[in-house]
């Protein structure tokens, strides 16, 4: 969904959801809680295939890491994400490594991509701010941006238990996740990312990738919570 298409019933993207990640101060404990590791971001990127010259897109990219990574090895990245809190930092990042990344500030639904398509999408820790319906849409304008052929990267919270024990399973995500203030995410952030933001089942995201044209190559699921999957656009 294009900027010049905003009619009144267009998802508020730009507005927080959940966890407020928007001042500078928020931006800061959430690249030192998520702890940021190059060599972690190197590994994908080795997986994902980028190299030199490949033409990366990570939507919501937050302070900016992977995109910084992928520039790093040569490859021209675009960093995008509606925080500009977020965007700052990570243009920062871009200043410290000596590398040039087109940093764009936009959402997953008004992300407009000009010049030839991207041969890799990645989105992390990022596609719940959506609801489901919105995440259809989201996802159809990644695989917009990406050439027939090319790969879409997810990560994020995705539940893979059974709705009947939904209950339990989010406890024991609470329990085992959350750090002290200080020494990592809260109890609060787990919370409140339950109760306010749109985390769903990977059954759902399969249909809605299903849907938007990103065949699924392959799918990691590391907890009942977290997981992966990498897709072909058709
Ligand atoms: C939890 S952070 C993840 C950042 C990064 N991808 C990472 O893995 O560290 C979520 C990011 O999504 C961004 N965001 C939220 N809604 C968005 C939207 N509709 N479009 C693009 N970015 C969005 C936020 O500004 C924030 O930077």
Redesign the pocket.
Known sequence: MPKSASPAWL?A??A??G?D??SPEA?DA??RN?G?DPARDDALLDRLGVTEGTRLV?????????AVQAALRGAEAHG????E??LAYARKRAEREGVRVRWHR??????AHEGDPADVV?????LH??PDF?KQQ?LLNAAAVLRPGGTFYL?DVIFTFPPGQAAQNLDWWVDTAARAEGEGFTRETFETHIREEFSTYSWVLEGLLERAGLEIVSKDFTSPVHGEYICRRV
């Open positions: 998802f993207e730009y927080p959801v966890v990640l928007a931006v959430y690249d998520q940021t990570d939507l919501a990219c937050g302070t900016g890491s992977f995008v994400d509606v925080g809190a977020m936009a959402g997953f639904l008004d992300y990645t989105t992390k820790a990022a701010q959506l919105w989201a990560w």
